[in-house]
Each structure stands twice: as structure tokens, then as C-alpha cells.
């Protein structure tokens, strides 16, 4: 079992940038890939990004091209740039390492992180 700690979240907001950032207790070059999820107050928990091993990333539509996945192995993390934050990217985001390639399907999940609140306000 892997341990995922996540930090970075807060408060921000509209038009603003976070990055938040998921450490890892083991080499994160063990999985075949990484995923950053959300659940927003009475939502389900939805994928917002993952990148697999060989470095393909994918994304929710609606992040598509504001939000960056990224692994930087000398620190054993992976990251998720957030840029243009709506009020609507409000959630807990979690980081989590998915069994298989069926990243959107939160029941094939291996380990998740305890969670980060991010909030977008004026």
C-alpha cells in the first residue's frame, strides 16, 4: 500500500492559479500511472487528470486546457498546475494511483490520498 499525501490547496480567486502537489511513499516509477480526482459537495467523485507511465496524459473536458498533470520523479511527486480557476473547480481534490487504465472508474482505485480542499471565490 502506498501512502499519498497531497498539499497546495486554499483559497483562491476567480481567473487565479494553484498547483497542487501529491507525495508519494514509494518510487512513483512503480505504477503505471497517477490520477488527480475532485468531488465537489454533493457530487460524485469525479477524474480530473492522469498521466500513465509512458507519459500520456488525460483530462476532463471541463479542465481540458487549464489544468496540467505531471510527475517529477526526483521529488516523487505528481503535481496538477490549476490556471483560469472557476468557482465551479471548487472541490476536494484527491490524488490517487488507478488499478488499471479505466482511469474515470473510482472503484478501480488502489490507494487514495486523504484529500485537499480547493476553493474558488471572490
Known amino acids: 500500500q502506498v501512502r499519498l499525501v497531497e498539499s497546495g490547496g486554499g483559497l483562491v480567486q476567480p481567473g487565479g492559479s494553484l498547483r497542487l502537489s501529491c507525495a508519494a511513499s514509494?518510487?512513483?516509477?512503480?505504477?503505471?500511472?497517477l490520477g488527480w480526482y475532485r468531488q465537489a459537495p454533493g457530487k460524485e467523485r469525479d477524474l480530473v487528470a492522469a498521466?500513465?507511465?509512458?507519459?500520456?496524459?488525460i483530462y476532463a473536458d471541463s479542465v481540458r486546457g487549464r489544468f496540467t498533470i505531471s510527475r517529477d520523479y526526483a521529488k516523487n511527486t505528481v503535481d496538477l498546475q490549476m490556471n483560469s480557476l472557476e468557482p465551479e473547480d471548487t472541490a476536494v481534490y484527491y490524488c490517487a494511483v488507478p488499478m488499471g487504465t479505466s482511469y474515470s472508474d473510482t472503484r478501480l482505485i488502489r490507494s487514495w490520498g486523504q484529500g485537499i480542499q480547493v476553493t474558488v471565490s471572490s
Open positions: 498521466i500513465s507511465s509512458g507519459g500520456s496524459t
Open positions: 514509494k518510487s512513483i516509477s512503480l505504477f503505471n500511472a
